[in-house]
């Protein structure tokens, strides 16, 4: 617990803003919460910032969303912890749900690629300054460093990213471990949570299908969040084994249509389910699916929040955690290279990322203004 408390108040203002700008997936979350919980507000150091991105990265759900519980909780005790994760997921719910509503009722998605085209560049700027930042902190040997590029190589090649977490905690213990029992017996337990993640969700699927309802698609996603590691990607595979195939609830167009509006809104992906749960039955089978899919986040982080301060203080387990980090951010890294490249198009693109970084390395401009001012330049574009 910190010496100095953070009000809830103070929280829910945080949480609240992020949760309606922060735009661009995990990797830009991490990077915003970053630039205000490290850089701007000193509610955590940059190793103890790194140790809870790499503890909400060894847990299914969505990591962003984990991390932001993570540092309600280190702030606030259990009362921050809800009011975090809750205000981060909030604004982009009820986003999604305004969507969903337009969707429904006028059989199409609001226009928003020309706001995109702007504020995609700016969070490219945004999650290069983390990483420089944070790589400061978590590279602190070569031997992290060679570990961080051959996770990132191995992501590239399309390794599981559970799995590279759980050999990277194992190579972050071998240099104290000398190959020894302990340092073995790391590399296994973690393997093996992999192992039984895995086959937890193969259980899920081949489970029966049940009808329509909110108590089974509740479940559902509570199922999908507790098993689901990875992107937005690994989410519309998973959606699409229960919901397409399986039970027949949506169409292939109406999946693709939802994970576009989750990719689109700002704040966690995973509100996807909202959208699903409000055009398969209206706004309270949009309650049911996003507090379903959800919940385990709250539930993982209040089993392993209370650790990861005692992980740090173990000499084995701080080395896993190093380990840990130094994946993270090699898997933050290849994420957005992916996004650079889908993000910086032209001239213009590329001049609002080097300004942004300019801008926010410089002369420390809240990104929240530079994510604003994006997306004006891109509305403006868009209509031109």
């Keep these: ?72 909780h280190a702030r606030a005790g259990w009362p921050g912890l809800l009011v975090a994760g809750t205000c981060f997921i909030v604004p982009a719910t009820l986003l999604v749900g305004l969507a969903a509503w337009a969707y429904v009722t006028y059989g199409a998605l609001p226009a928003v690629a020309g706001v995109l085209y702007g504020v995609k560049p700016v969070v490219i700027a945004i999650v290069a300054q983390a990483l420089w930042g944070l790589g400061r902190s978590a590279l602190k040997s070569v031997w992290l460093a060679v570990v961080a590029m051959l996770a990132a190589t191995a992501v590239a090649a399309g390794v599981h990213e559970l799995l590279v977490l759980a050999t990277a905690a194992g190579m972050g213990v071998l240099p104290r471990a000398r190959c020894g029992p302990r340092g073995a017996s790391a590399l296994i337990v973690t393997s093996g949570g992999a192992l039984a993640t895995t086959t937890i969700a193969a259980a899920g699927a081949s489970a029966s299908a049940p009808a329509f309802g909110l108590w089974p698609l509740f479940l559902l996603f509570v199922k999908i969040g507790s098993v689901l590691f990875g992107s937005g990607y690994v989410l519309l595979a998973f959606l699409r084994a229960d919901l397409v195939e399986r039970l027949g609830w949506l169409t292939e167009a109406q999946l693709i249509d939802a994970i576009a509006v989750g990719q689109v809104t700002p704040g966690p992906v995973f509100t996807t389910a909202t959208f699903v749960g409000y055009v398969l039955g209206g706004p309270a089978a949009a309650v049911a699916a996003t507090i379903g899919i959800f919940l385990p986040a709250f539930v993982f982080v209040a089993l392993s929040g209370p650790l990861v301060p005692r992980m740090r203080r173990s000499a084995w387990a701080g080395a896993a955690l190093d380990g840990v980090n130094a994946a993270s951010l090699a898997l933050m890294a290849v994420v957005s290279w992916q996004l650079g490249r889908a993000a910086l198009l032209d001239v213009t693109t590329v001049a609002m990322a080097i300004g942004s970084a300019v801008a926010l390395m410089r002369y420390r401009v809240n990104s929240t203004w530079l994510i604003a001012g994006g997306a004006v330049v891109g509305w403006i574009a868009s209509r031109s």
């Design 1 to 72: 617990m910190p010496a100095t408390r953070t009000s809830l108040r103070e929280l829910a203002l945080l949480f609240l803003k992020l949760g309606a700008t922060a735009f661009g997936g995990p990797a830009a979350h991490v990077a915003l919460m970053e630039d205000e919980v490290v850089r701007r507000r000193s509610w955590l150091t940059r190793e103890e910032f790194l140790d809870y991105v790499g503890a909400a990265n060894l847990i299914p759900g969505p990591t962003s969303t984990e991390l932001a519980i993570h540092i309600g």
